[in-house]
């Protein structure tokens, strides 16, 4: 597996459905994908993410960083977006 510069391992979810997404989890998922390394397609499959819950962390991670990946900024989305 070659390595991953930007994220560690440890900061992504195991595979399967994820008991609690941290922004840190969200975040080394959202940079495999933007990095190239999985596809979308991939991530949804890998981690049971439904396409509006990716789509909705995008915007929060361009818009605000990790901070965006708060489940408060998320339920506030309203103001973010």
Do not use: C, Y
């Amino acid at each position: 597996m070659a390595a991953r510069p930007h994220q560690a391992d440890s900061d992504l979810p195991p595979d399967g459905i994820v008991g609690r997404w941290t922004p840190a989890r969200k975040e080394a998922v959202l940079a495999l994908i933007h990095s190239g390394e999985i596809t979308r397609a991939d991530a949804l499959r890998r981690w049971k993410i439904s396409v509006e819950e990716l789509d909705l962390w995008f915007t929060a991670w361009r818009k605000r960083g990790r901070n965006g990946l708060k489940v408060t900024a998320i339920q506030s989305q309203g103001r973010l977006l």
